[in-house]
């Protein structure tokens, strides 16, 4: 076997190389993560720009369309002149020209290229050579683009608008000159860049004009235009090299529709990033100071480790001469701790080891949803053998009585001696009462059986067995021994060769009557009185649904007592009124307390008897109590046992309804214990019942067991009551009642009552787990 300090340093060793490839993968991650957080920036800015430079054009094109919707008044007005057989005159034309600042020149032609009239004063010459084929290839287009050629090297953009006449077609030709440069001279203030443009450009590709940051420029283009002008689509985005510095550039253009005129705008791909690359480095910056502030965290700690490392090597030779001394001494801990643990007449356990067995038994049986039982035996008529017939005999009987125990019972009981003639015994893995029954009274025929073994022929001796049941008697191992024992002294006052099955009746007779009542009144004015909750699950997702507020009574006399002790001898005194309104507002203080807490309430259930259903002032109370507490009403549940309902008079039945008009809910206990169980529900205003335990107590792993049961949920459900099962203490119950449709269940498979502190775990984490 390898010792402990060695198997830490191959682990440390281990761990070096896990935390340098998490280290790694961080590092790597955080990387890929830069890399695609700054290429989505990139995209993003490049989008941006890419809208800014759509907007810019469209504003362009609206603004150029809104000049050519102009020439419709020039040519209206030579259309006029020319039907009334008139040459255009230069006077109106002339006039109208002067108002605007775009067209600098108008003239007319003849279908030959003649000037027929001009705005100009000066004497113009016809259209030059060429002209006519131009217009040819400009037919789709209400307005044309002369070439500048065809009026003599001209700065201006010819406009050529044919001009129809009645019996005349194509008699004339309307020329417009439009000075674009007053256009873009109209975007100079627009923060363009250093390196942002817009172009004017015809529809064979020729540039007549772009405006840039340091002004007008005509001339050559530095872009090639072909698959812009050869696109079908009205506007689209562009990417261009230009040709002079072998840059990219964004651009947007837009076709005009009245004239073969296509606008662009563009800008470099490197001013369009200057933001974004200055953001750029500083991200990556910060990046760089993570990683070498990881690397370097990664480095102080495999140092240190590689210290500690090398400290536990130093101490592994020590470690090795201490292992045979250290197993020494624990063989010698074993022998002295099995020493202690047995008892040193019959080889059983005693008394301290049957403890710790239980304990880890009865966990055990809770996640395997069985029972297990303790049994206590005491052999009767011990006392005389011992002192007739020696102690040797008496030593004799005990250890054939061990014997005879082990026998007769599996390895996985546990069998040991408390001392004298007591026996103790915890049946493990119990799957039902019968069984518990079965193998006890077996106990009783093997013991009870003659000794003729022994020195005194024909001995006989027999037991008186106590049996307490988990989880039903007790869900530690503590109590089911005191339980068992009592209901042993029960067995051995009904006579010899019997057991007894403990009951809390056993309990309340242990304690003097006439004691229990003279405290009774001072524990109500000290509130000895304390509530314990027992949580209630939904069936579906097994989620806290609610609890039942359960009374305690911890007296200092006595100790911690059980209802069925205490709460006759508090009836038979008539102070039930007073101990109820009592734990009413003590279940109000409680619920204010956890809502100030900032916890999800859930309800709570309080039982209540007949004496306080009866009682006139039970409404108000309520009221009262709601009002001084804030409490939402909804919080608050009464339960009313269906044995109680049949009590009631005219009078506690509209005090219910009272009860029920406040918000508070009513839910009757253990029902199915009478046949009128659902003719009262019916009558009163219950929203809830709860199963008395009795209908559930014999289920086993089949869903036909209890067809008395099934029809019981199933005409709650038609009556719109939720059912609660109580007292669920098997997963085969649990099972059944789940596909029953039963709504919730509460019992000690699932927890037994606890105290406040307890719940507020159950409702900050309502969510449970259920171990079938």
């Not at 099934?710 to 085969?732: C, F, H, Q, Y």
């Amino acid at each position: 076997m390898s010792p402990p300090l060695e198997r830490d340093a191959i682990t440390i060793s281990s761990l070096q190389g896990v935390l340098i490839a998490l280290a790694m993968l961080v590092i790597l991650a955080t990387w890929i993560f830069a890399g695609y957080q700054l290429r989505q920036n990139r995209e993003q800015v490049l989008d941006e720009h890419k809208v800014i430079l759509q907007n810019l054009s469209l504003v362009v094109s609206e603004n150029i369309n809104q000049v050519l919707d102009r020439t419709e008044a020039f040519k209206t007005l030579v259309r006029l002149q020319l039907s009334r057989g008139e040459l255009p005159a230069a006077g109106p034309l002339a006039t109208l020209m002067a108002t605007d600042p775009v067209f600098t020149r108008m003239t007319v032609y003849s279908r030959n290229g003649r000037v027929l009239n001009s705005t100009s004063a000066t004497n113009l010459p016809g259209l030059q050579q060429g002209w006519q084929a131009s217009l040819s290839h400009q037919r789709t287009w209400p307005i044309n683009i002369l070439p500048s050629e065809a009026l003599g090297k001209s700065w201006s953009v010819p406009l050529a608008m044919p001009i129809n006449t009645q019996g005349r077609p194509d008699c004339c030709l309307l020329v417009l000159e439009m000075d674009l440069g007053y256009l873009l001279n109209l975007y100079q203030n627009l923060q363009l860049g250093r390196e942002t443009s817009i172009h004017v450009l015809t529809a064979q590709g020729a540039e007549l004009l772009r405006a840039e940051r340091g002004g007008l420029v005509t001339g050559r283009s530095a872009f090639d235009n072909t698959v812009l002008l050869k696109s079908r689509l009205n506007q689209g985005t562009t990417r261009d090299l230009h040709t002079d510095n072998q840059r990219y550039y964004l651009g947007h253009f837009a076709k005009l529709e009245r004239a073969p005129l296509v606008i662009a705008v563009r800008q470099s791909e490197s001013e369009a990033l200057a933001g974004y690359h200055r953001q750029r480095n500083k991200f990556l910056v910060s990046v760089v100071i993570i990683t070498l502030i990881a690397a370097g965290g990664l480095l102080w700690l495999l140092r240190m480790m590689h210290v500690r490392e090398v400290q536990l090597r130093e101490l592994q030779q020590s470690e090795q001469r201490n292992m045979k001394l250290l197993a020494r001494l624990r063989r010698e801990h074993e022998d002295s701790v099995k020493a202690a643990s047995r008892d040193h007449l019959t080889g059983l356990y005693n008394r301290r080891l049957f403890t710790e067995l239980g304990h880890s038994h009865l966990a055990g049986s809770k996640r395997q949803g069985r029972f297990a039982a303790v049994c206590f035996i005491d052999l009767d008529r011990f006392k005389a053998i011992n002192d007739t017939l020696g102690h040797k005999v008496g030593d004799n009987l005990l250890q054939e009585v061990a014997r005879r125990l082990t026998d007769n019972l599996r390895e996985s009981d546990i069998v040991s001696r408390f001392g004298g003639d007591e026996f103790v015994v915890m049946l493990t893995a119990v799957k039902q009462q019968a069984d518990v029954e079965q193998k006890v009274q077996r106990l009783v025929d093997v013991l009870a059986a003659p000794y003729p073994e022994l020195e005194a022929g024909g001995l006989a001796t027999s037991p008186s067995i106590g049996v307490a049941m988990a989880p039903r008697d007790g869900m530690d191992i503590e109590t089911l021994i005191k339980h068992a024992d009592i209901a042993m002294y029960r067995a051995k006052r009904g006579g010899r060769a019997q057991f007894r099955l403990f009951d809390s009746q056993d309990a309340a007779h242990e304690v003097s009557t006439e004691e229990l009542q003279a405290l009774i009144p001072k524990a109500i004015e000290r509130g000895e009185f304390q509530l314990h909750f027992q949580p209630r699950l939904f069936l579906r997702g097994y989620e806290t649904g609610g609890f039942e507020a359960l009374v305690r009574w911890e007296s200092p006399q006595q100790g911690l007592l059980m209802p069925a002790v205490f709460l006759p001898l508090v009836e038979q005194q008539q102070l039930m009124p007073a101990l109820g309104y009592q734990l009413l507002r003590q279940l109000a203080q409680q619920l204010r307390q956890w809502a100030d807490q900032g916890l999800d309430i859930l309800p709570v259930a309080l039982n209540l008897s007949a004496s306080q259903i009866n009682d006139p002032t039970l409404p108000g109370q309520l009221r009262m109590l709601i009002e001084e507490y804030r409490l939402t009403p909804g919080w608050l549940e009464l339960e009313i046992g269906d044995q109680d309902l049949q009590h009631l008079v005219d009078q506690a039945i509209r005090q219910l309804r009272l009860v029920s008009e406040l918000g508070v809910g009513l839910v009757m206990d253990d029902f199915g214990s009478s046949e009128e169980g659902l003719q009262r529900v019916s009558r009163l205003p219950f929203n809830c019942i709860k199963l008395s335990p009795a209908l559930i107590q014999h289920i086993r792993n089949s869903f036909d067991d209890n067809v008395l049961l099934s029809a019981t949920i199933s005409v709650a459900r038609k009556m719109r009551l939720r059912v609660v099962a109580k007292g669920v203490e098997t997963p085969d119950q649990l099972v059944y009642l789940k596909l029953a449709g039963c709504d919730e269940a509460q019992g000690f498979l699932f927890s037994r009552a606890v105290e406040e502190a307890e719940v507020r775990d159950y409702l900050q984490t309502p969510k449970r787990k259920v171990k079938l």
